[in-house]
């Protein structure tokens, strides 16, 4: 899916709900953030793979930490668990970036951002 076909989508969908303000703002601001968000999918990935990221700073190191210790104790992980912590972190960074962002916006930006991402 190109950047373009979301765009796309989002012109669509933006359009049925223009009557509704909330829904309407938060899917403009999940427009927004999805091309800010590939450097913070990256990270994630290095993380699941066991790569400390140095571009991530201590605040937001702690908070990963904290949040998702089996990730770093040697438990064995299976795939889907595994990219549901990507998921997660990538959703957490997002709000620790935007805090203004809910989770919910965070993790439909994220998921649409790692869609163009991975079809690209």
Do not use: C
Not at 38 to 61: M, N, Q, R, S, Y
Not at 89 to 117: C, G, K, N
């Amino acid at each position: 899916m190109s950047i373009q076909a979301v765009l796309n989508f989002f012109s669509n969908l933006l359009s049925k709900f223009r009557g509704n303000n909330r829904i309407y703002n938060s899917l403009v601001y999940v427009e927004g953030l999805i091309p800010k968000i590939g450097p913070f999918i990256k990270i994630a990935g290095d993380i699941i793979v066991g790569l400390v990221p140095t571009e991530v700073d201590d605040a937001a190191w702690a908070i990963i930490k904290g949040k998702y210790p089996h990730l770093f104790d040697g438990s064995k992980l299976n795939q889907d668990t595994l990219k549901l912590y990507a998921l997660g972190i990538t959703t957490d960074l997002v709000q620790y970036h935007f805090p203004e962002a809910s989770t919910t916006v965070a993790r439909t930006a994220t998921q649409l951002a790692y869609l163009i991402q991975k079809n690209k």
